[in-house]
């Protein structure tokens, strides 16, 4: 079905406008595609209804052509000089320039309950935590959360310096409660053995060696602290396929016209950010179980668990409660672990 489906993704490719406004609608719709399934329970017909549509949104976009004449000069002014490419700026600009559109209910509110809910699903409490580190904090949503969830101090870090400063703009705690430092999470400025939990979501596959922010993480564990370990799961999965297109579709198309767009469309800030995440952080790294369990191995953990419950969204939680669902619509799952030194 995966050779038939990105052969499928290639002819639509080839079909496409080389406008920028139908390359972001194409791309804001095949990543919509997901909801849409979710929406129907996951039929099994699926790649027929794929097929269906990506045949309507090339025959809307013919009509579209002979009535307007698009052209790909229309959005010239949109167009992006930043030739920066050092991987960790650039992945923290393109989560910054999403998270300073967050409003107070999704700053807090929302990641809170994913996080408390992630956590109950799974049997883990943070209340005995003395310090925790959120690793890779970003904006700083999760270690308010962390806090709020009863880690006594927290400490984040993120590569980004403008996200450091919304952090601090937005705590509400007091900073021997929760601080923010700028830094690489690649070579983390403490002292070994600094922290009872460490707080990894989603950061790592974002980085060039994701095995030396795994050693970091054990060097600054200490041995009888735990791990919270997210990486992107689901290799070779009709997820993934459909966001590499979408980013090819996308990769003259500037970040902000994407979310100028979709905020014109109507869609809120965490949609949004959940959809320009994939569509243009640099490195989008997957993982294969057994990857990564073998570099939990190599890097010297002695447990770990992998964590198969969560939100409504999560993956893992849609094909607990999905057993039908085709696996290769998101094909292992999320990779989510909670890991400890022995």
């Not at 409003?103 to 809170?112: C, P, R, S």
């Not at 904006?139 to 006594?152: P, V």
């Not at 996200?163 to 937005?170: F, G, Q, S, V, Y």
Request: hydrophobic fraction near 35%.
């Amino acid at each position: 079905m995966r050779t038939k489906t990105l052969s499928l993704f290639d002819s639509f490719y080839g079909k496409i406008s080389p406008s920028m406004f139908y390359r972001t609608i194409a791309a804001i719709y095949l990543f919509d595609f997901l909801d849409r399934l979710r929406a129907r329970k996951y039929p099994r017909d699926w790649y027929s209804i794929l097929e269906r549509e990506l045949d309507g949104l090339i025959s809307n976009f013919s009509f579209f052509d002979r009535s307007f004449d698009f052209s790909a000069n229309d959005f010239a002014a949109w167009s992006e000089t930043d030739k920066n490419f050092d991987i960790e700026k650039k992945t923290g600009k393109v989560y910054f320039d999403l998270w300073k559109n967050f409003g107070k209910e999704e700053f807090f509110a929302q990641a809170l309950s994913a996080l408390k809910d992630r956590f109950e699903k799974n049997g883990i409490s943070v209340s005995s935590v003395n310090d925790a580190l959120d690793d890779g904090c970003g904006s700083g949503r999760y270690s308010f959360a962390l806090k709020r969830l009863g880690c006594a101090r927290v400490k984040g870090i993120d590569i980004s310096a403008e996200a450091i400063e919304l952090a601090r703009r937005m705590s509400p705690f007091p900073a021997d409660e929760v601080s923010f430092t700028q830094g690489s999470v690649l070579k983390l400025p403490f002292g070994d053995e600094s922290f009872d939990f460490i707080f990894s979501n989603g950061v790592l596959h974002h980085t060039k060696d994701d095995k030396k922010g795994l050693k970091e993480i054990y060097r600054m564990l200490k041995d009888s602290g735990r791990c919270w370990l997210y990486l992107y799961g689901g290799k070779e999965s009709l997820f993934w396929d459909i966001v590499d297109l979408c980013r090819k579709l996308l990769s003259t198309v500037p970040q902000g016209y994407t979310q100028s767009l979709m905020r014109d469309m109507g869609y809120p800030p965490g949609r949004i950010f959940h959809r320009t995440d994939f569509f243009y952080v640099p490195l989008n790294k997957r993982y294969f179980a057994s990857e990564v369990e073998a570099m939990l191995k190599d890097t010297g953990f002695g447990n770990f668990k992998r964590l198969k419950r969560g939100v409504q969204y999560d993956w893992d939680e849609i094909i607990y409660e999905n057993p039908g669902i085709d696996p290769y619509i998101f094909g292992e799952g999320e990779m989510r672990y909670l890991v400890s030194k022995k």
